[in-house]
């Protein structure tokens, strides 16, 4: 998988890495963690499941998320900006996102959006996934951030 070759890009750079995972649920941590020699790149991660952890855990104003909506591109750049400074990462990650088979309060679609913290330079991407299953929608998520890591050297 992909997340081979950002686990390589990080050794090689000597570059750290960390995850804020909600919709995804750990497992682009679970990806890079995979590979021998991870804890030279992985500084940690956390699952803020709820707006409650996302507010104690990462520090994210819960009048924001509320104005904003749980799963926006403000939010998903907050915990990337948040989870990078908590660990004391290179690079933060950021995941918020709505799999279904419900939509969150304040969404119109089914969607993921995905921020990179990486040299303080932000990158987020929307993915929509309105046709596809939980598992497929999760999946595509982990795909799509492996993607967008590895552009980013």
């Not at 990337?80 to 969150?104: E, H, Y």
Request: glycine content about 6%.
């Amino acid at each position: 998988m992909i997340s081979k070759s950002v686990f390589n890009l990080c050794v090689k750079n000597g570059l750290t890495i960390a995850f804020a995972e909600s919709m995804t649920g750990g497992s682009l941590a679970y990806e890079m963690i995979k590979n021998p020699g991870s804890s030279k790149v992985i500084s940690g991660s956390i699952i803020p499941y709820s707006i409650e952890q996302k507010v104690n855990l990462l520090n994210l104003s819960e009048d924001q998320i509320n104005q904003y909506s749980v799963v926006s591109e403000f939010v998903a750049k907050q915990m990337a900006t948040s989870i990078k400074s908590i660990m004391k990462s290179d690079i933060g990650v950021g995941v918020t996102g709505n799999a279904g088979p419900k939509k969150q309060m304040n969404t119109h679609n089914l969607e993921a959006w995905v921020a990179i913290n990486f040299k303080g330079n932000i990158t987020v991407h929307k993915i929509v996934f309105n046709d596809l299953t939980r598992l497929e929608a999760i999946k595509k998520t982990v795909q799509i951030t492996y993607e967008m890591l590895k552009e980013c050297f």
